[in-house]
C-alpha cells in the first residue's frame, strides 16, 4: 500500500485488472488525488478500514458482478459513519444492473470504457457532495446537542405550503416523538383554551404585517398537574409578495422559573409562614400608592401585633412560637378568604412586576406583626367590620402541643391619603396607632391620630428611659414591712421596684412593667431586683440585726423562662445569703399556661431552700387542686376581701375559710392591704398568721425601714394586748 498524503483526496481503486488499476491511478495522481490500490475484495475492506478514503473507485466485475456487488455492500455498511461515496465501474450496460448496484450503496454508476476527463469531476463532485453532507450531518448534530443542551427547539412554518417543520428537541419538549410529523393543530392541543388563545391571538396581530417578533411565556398542559413553562420566541419574514416564513424557537424554561421563584422567596417572603415579608409588603404599598394617587382611591394599612406573644416563647419555647406564627398566618389567610379580600398566590410573583394585580394584601413584618393592605374600599364602616373580624377570630384557642393557647391582638390603622401620603409615613402611624391600643388595654383597634403621634413618641422616650434606667441602677427597691401577729414584731418585708424618673417624677410599677415585659426587658428587670434584694438583706445581716426575709415579686414570664432558678442561685452565693431569708410571690395566672414547667421552676426554688407564697389568693381561679400540687409556704389574702372584711358578709366568709384552709394545710397565710383597725381587729382575732398594709406603714427605703424598725414605729398601732408582748429593742 502507497503512502497516503494526509493533505490530498484519497481514492481508493478496487480493481483486479493491473492494467487497468494502474491506468486509473497514474490518472488520479495527475489529477492531484492520492490512490491507495486494491486487487482484490479482501483488501479493498482491508484498506478501506485503515486510510479511511475519501472515496471508492471499484470495478464491479470483482471476479464477478455478484462478488463486486456484495463488496460494494460490504464497503457501504463500512462507510455509513464516514459517509464515504463508491463509484461503481461496469462493463455491463444493464439499467438493472445499476439499480442493483445503487440498492447496493453504490454512489455513481460509470460504464467503460471510460472517459478519464469525465471520471475525473464525477470523483471530484462525489467527494465535494460528501463533504457537504458530512458538515450538514455535523451541524445538524451540534445543533441538536447545543437545543438539548439548552432545553430549546427550533421550528419553521411556510405560508406558501403550510407546514410545519420542527427540530428534535421541538418535538421532545412538547412531548412527542423526536421523529413525529408535527402539526400546527398537535401543537395546539398541547395548551389549554386561554394559552391557546393568548397565542393564537398573539401570532394573528403580528400576521397581519407579515413582519416583527413575538415572545409569549405559557405553560404545557399536563396529566400530572402543571407541565413545563415555556419561553416561545417567533419572526417573521417576508419574502416576496405575500408569501412568508415565520421562524420560531421553544425554551423550557421551568427550572429558570424554578430558580427565580426561589429568589424571589428568599428576598420577599417570610421564611417561617410563607407570607410576604416588610420588603414585598412596602414594594407593593408603594405601587398601591401611587395608582391610588391617580385614580383618587383610598387605603388602608393595619398593623397587626399579637398580644404578650413573648409569653408563649418564654414558656413554651421558640419552637413552639414559630409553630404558633404558622397557625396565625394561615388563619389570617383564611379570615381574607372569607371576607373575599384576595390573599397571596403562595407560588412566589414579583411586586415590581407591572402586570402584578394591586389587590388586598397580607405581609409578615417581623416577629408576630403582620401588614394589611386594603385597597380601594368605599366606607370606612367596611375596614371597621374586617378588623373587628379579624379580632374576634384571633381569639379563638388554638391548640399548641396539647394546650389550648388563647390569643388576643391589637391593631392600628392609617388612612390613604389622610395619614400619610408615602409608604414609610403610613407604616410609622399604623404603628403609633397599633401601641396606643395596647397601652388602651390590649385586644382591640385604633386609628391613627394626631394625638397618638404624642402618645406614641411620649411612650417611646419612656422606653428608652427605661432601658437606660435598668442598666444604669437607676431604679429603687421600697420595702413594705410585714407584721407577724402571734408576736407583734416584724415577720418580714415586701420588696417593691420604684422609679423615680428625674422629668417625669414618680412612675408607676403598673406602666413600667407591663412595659418592660412587652419589650423584653422584664429578665433584666427581674435579675436587678434579685441582686438588690438580696444585696439590702446582707448590708442588714451586716449591721447585726436580727435576718430580714424579703419577699419579691416575679413577672410569670420570668417563671416560664429557663433561667429564674440558676439567677436566684447565683445572687445567694454571690451576697453569701441564706436561702430562708428569700421568698418569691406568684399570681394565680402564672399557674393557667404549660403548667409542668411552672411547676419544675417552683420546685427548682424551693429546693434552693426560697420560700414560695402564692399572691391575690381568691382574685382569679383560687382552684383548690394548685394548693396540693404546688409548692407554696404561704398563701396572700388579697385586699379586695380584707378590705370588706368588717362588713361580715361574704368577705369575711372567705377570709375565715381561706385561713382555716391554710391551718389544715399548714401553709401561712398573709393578709395585705389592711388600712384600717378594725381589720386588723378582725384578722387578730381569726387568727391571721401575718399582716402587711398602710394601716402599718407604705413601702420604704432601705434607710426609712431600717429606723423604722429601731423605733418599733408600728408598736402604737396595736392593741395593747399585743403591745406587751413585744421584747425591749
Known amino acids: 500500500m502507497k503512502t497516503v498524503n494526509l493533505h490530498q483526496h484519497t481514492i481508493l481503486i478496487v480493481n483486479g485488472n493491473d492494467h487497468d488499476r494502474i491506468a486509473l491511478s497514474d490518472s488520479l495522481n495527475d489529477a492531484g488525488f492520492g490512490t491507495v490500490e486494491a486487487k482484490n475484495p479482501k483488501l479493498a475492506v482491508i484498506y478501506f478500514r485503515q486510510i479511511q478514503p475519501d472515496l471508492v473507485l471499484m470495478d464491479l466485475d470483482m471476479p464477478d458482478v455478484q462478488g463486486g456487488l456484495k463488496l460494494?455492500?460490504?464497503?457501504?455498511?463500512?462507510a455509513r459513519t464516514s459517509n464515504t461515496p463508491i463509484i461503481v465501474l461496469s462493463k455491463h450496460n444493464d439499467m438493472e444492473l445499476a439499480a442493483t448496484a445503487f440498492d447496493a450503496g453504490a454512489s455513481d454508476f460509470v460504464l467503460h470504457p471510460i472517459n478519464n476527463l469525465i471520471l475525473i469531476q464525477r470523483c471530484r463532485y462525489q467527494i465535494r457532495s460528501s463533504q457537504n453532507l458530512m458538515s450538514l450531518k455535523r451541524r445538524e448534530r451540534i445543533l441538536e446537542h447545543a437545543e438539548r443542551m439548552a432545553h430549546?427547539?427550533?421550528?419553521?412554518?411556510?405560508s406558501k405550503t403550510r407546514r410545519l417543520y420542527v427540530s428534535k428537541e421541538f418535538n421532545r419538549i412538547l412531548g412527542f416523538e423526536e421523529n413525529h410529523q408535527t402539526s400546527v393543530r398537535d401543537v395546539l392541543d398541547r395548551l389549554d383554551n386561554q394559552e391557546r388563545k393568548k397565542i393564537i391571538e398573539h401570532f394573528q396581530q403580528t400576521?397581519?404585517?407579515?413582519?416583527?417578533?413575538?415572545?409569549?411565556?405559557?405553560?404545557?398542559?399536563?396529566?400530572?398537574?402543571?407541565?413545563p413553562t415555556l419561553r416561545h420566541e417567533a419572526r417573521f419574514i417576508l419574502h416576496d409578495g405575500t408569501d412568508y416564513s415565520v421562524y420560531g424557537t421553544i425554551h423550557d424554561i421551568t427550572e429558570e422559573v424554578a430558580h427565580k421563584d426561589q429568589v424571589l422567596q428568599l428576598a420577599y417572603y417570610d421564611a417561617l409562614t410563607q407570607l410576604p415579608n416588610r420588603t414585598f409588603f412596602k414594594t407593593h404599598l408603594d405601587h398601591a400608592i401611587k395608582l391610588a394617587r391617580g385614580s383618587g382611591h383610598l387605603l388602608a394599612v393595619i398593623l397587626l401585633d399579637l398580644d404578650l406573644f413573648t409569653r408563649i416563647n418564654n414558656s413554651l419555647g421558640h419552637e413552639a412560637g414559630d409553630e404558633l406564627l404558622k397557625k396565625v398566618s394561615n388563619r389570617l389567610l383564611r379570615i381574607f378568604d372569607d371576607s373575599k379580600c384576595t390573599a397571596l398566590n403562595m407560588r412566589a410573583i414579583d411586586p415590581q412586576a407591572p402586570d402584578e394585580p394591586m389587590t388586598d394584601k397580607i405581609a409578615r413584618l417581623e416577629g408576630d406583626q403582620f401588614a394589611i393592605l386594603i385597597n380601594k374600599f368605599t366606607k370606612l364602616d367596611e375596614v371597621i367590620l374586617f378588623v373587628q373580624k379579624l379580632l374576634k377570630q384571633l381569639v379563638t384557642p388554638f391548640t399548641l402541643q396539647g394546650n389550648n393557647i388563647v390569643l388576643t391582638a391589637s391593631a392600628g390603622i392609617a388612612l390613604y391619603p389622610v395619614n400619610g401620603l408615602g409608604t414609610e409615613m403610613l407604616l410609622r402611624n399604623a404603628d403609633a396607632a397599633m401601641h396606643f391600643a395596647k397601652s388602651q388595654g390590649r385586644n382591640n383597634f385604633h386609628f391613627y391620630s394626631s394625638d397618638i403621634d404624642f402618645k406614641s413618641k411620649e411612650r417611646l422616650s419612656v422606653e428608652n428611659d427605661l432601658r437606660h434606667a435598668i442598666r444604669h441602677n437607676e431604679l429603687e427597691l421600697h420595702y413594705q414591712p410585714k407584721l407577724h401577729l402571734k408576736s407583734g414584731s416584724i415577720h418580714s418585708v415586701e420588696a417593691l421596684v420604684r422609679w423615680?424618673?428625674?422629668?417625669?417624677?414618680?412612675?408607676?410599677?403598673?406602666?413600667?412593667?407591663?412595659?418592660?415585659?412587652?419589650?423584653?426587658?422584664i429578665n433584666e428587670l427581674g435579675e436587678w431586683l434579685i441582686n438588690k434584694a438580696c444585696l439590702q438583706a446582707k448590708r442588714w445581716n451586716e449591721d447585726g440585726r436580727p435576718p430580714i426575709r424579703i419577699a419579691i415579686n416575679l413577672s410569670p414570664i420570668q417563671i416560664r423562662g429557663n433561667s429564674l432558678v440558676q439567677m436566684i442561685r447565683n445572687a445567694l452565693l454571690t451576697y453569701r445569703l441564706a436561702p430562708s431569708q428569700l421568698e418569691v410571690e406568684i399570681t394565680e395566672t402564672v399557674l393557667l399556661e404549660d403548667t409542668n414547667r411552672v411547676l419544675r421552676t417552683l420546685d427548682g426554688i424551693r429546693n434552693l431552700g426560697v420560700k414560695v407564697a402564692l399572691d391575690d389568693f381568691g382574685t382569679g381561679y383560687s382552684s383548690l387542686s394548685y394548693l396540693t400540687r404546688f409548692p407554696f409556704n404561704t398563701l396572700k389574702i388579697d385586699r379586695s376581701f380584707v378590705s370588706q372584711c368588717t362588713q361580715q358578709g361574704q368577705a369575711a366568709a372567705i377570709?375565715?375559710?381561706?385561713?382555716?384552709?391554710?391551718?389544715n394545710l399548714n401553709l401561712e397565710v398573709v393578709a395585705e392591704g389592711v388600712e384600717q383597725f378594725e381589720e386588723l381587729k378582725f384578722l387578730l382575732d381569726h387568727r391571721c398568721d401575718v399582716v402587711q398594709g398602710h394601716y402599718f406603714s407604705p413601702a420604704l427605703s432601705a434607710s426609712e425601714l431600717t429606723d423604722y424598725i429601731e423605733k418599733q414605729s408600728w408598736v402604737s398601732l396595736l392593741p395593747d394586748s399585743m403591745g406587751s408582748r413585744l421584747p425591749e429593742h
Open 152 to 158: 430549546m427547539g427550533s421550528w419553521e412554518w411556510e
Open 207 to 227: 400576521n397581519s404585517k407579515h413582519q416583527g417578533k413575538i415572545t409569549l411565556h405559557h405553560r404545557l398542559k399536563s396529566d400530572a398537574g402543571i407541565g
Open 655 to 663: 377570709i375565715h375559710t381561706i385561713i382555716q384552709l391554710c391551718k
Open 72 to 78: 460494494c455492500g460490504v464497503l457501504t455498511a463500512a
Open 500 to 521: 423615680n424618673h428625674p422629668v417625669r417624677g414618680l412612675v408607676s410599677p403598673s406602666q413600667f412593667v407591663p412595659m418592660a415585659e412587652e419589650i423584653g426587658l
